[in-house]
């Protein structure tokens, strides 16, 4: 199994909705991360985990909420999101921080966000 | 601070060859790598350089000069299904990817 799986692909949902986005691998990588893409820019970093700890968080917003709760699966729970949270949010995962050569990251195929 | 330049928009025709320049300046540097991604999907690992001179992978090749900050991927024999955006990221000295704004390939029949 070479996929990082996300779930759901589409997720439409109000400022005042608690909504959750998962994230499954099974390649036995043990970082994962998530990220925010909004059209035609790069993936911005959000959150890093390395061997099930939070490893980085790049200043996001509490609204946004990791959790990592075994070394298969990432879930990002979301609460009191903004209309501008819209974007795609892409799940990756890599051997671990520093062996991502060869492969380097593999992504899911991500979860499109509209916040209304 | 952590720079990566890459061109916004490139055009080029189907059959053809193109090369995406990447430039970069990190505050170190342990890999570049080439991503693919098709818009609405995700990014596709395409090729890692961590060593100067070039990596070969069917149709497509990555080189890297470390000392200058450069790299490029190149394309041959394009096909339709090439038009993408190619993105460029640097992993730094703390292992993370600083990413480039992505490069868009529109291929022309």
């Known amino acids: 199994d070479t996929e990082v799986t996300q779930t759901p692909k589409h997720l439409v949902m109000g400022m005042t909705n608690k909504k959750s986005l998962k994230c499954e691998q099974h390649m036995g990588h043990r970082a994962m991360y998530w990220y925010k893409q909004k059209a035609k820019k790069p993936p911005e970093l959000m959150f890093v985990y390395s061997y099930e700890k939070l490893s980085i968080n790049e200043s996001v917003p509490s609204r946004f909420s990791p959790e990592c709760p075994n070394s298969s699966l990432l879930n990002l729970h979301l609460h009191a999101l903004q209309p501008e949270d819209s974007a795609l949010y892409l799940c990756a995962s890599s051997q671990d921080l520093e062996r991502t050569y060869n492969y380097g990251y593999t992504f899911g195929s991500g979860t499109r966000l509209t916040v209304v | 601070g952590q720079n990566i330049d890459q061109p916004t928009e490139m055009t080029a025709t189907e059959g053809a060859i193109v090369q995406i320049n990447c430039t970069y300046q990190t505050s170190g540097f342990n890999g570049l790598f080439w991503y693919q991604q098709h818009a609405g999907e995700a990014p596709t690992f395409l090729s890692y350089?961590?060593l100067d001179g070039l990596e070969e992978k069917g149709r497509f090749s990555s080189f890297l000069s470390r000392s200058k900050g450069y790299s490029y991927l190149l394309l041959k024999e394009l096909q339709m299904k090439d038009s993408a955006s190619y993105l460029c990221?640097?992993?730094?000295?703390?292992?993370?990817?600083?990413w480039g704004a992505g490069t868009k390939l529109i291929i022309k029949p």
């Open positions: 350089n961590v």
């Open positions: 990221a640097v992993m730094d000295s703390n292992y993370q990817l600083i």
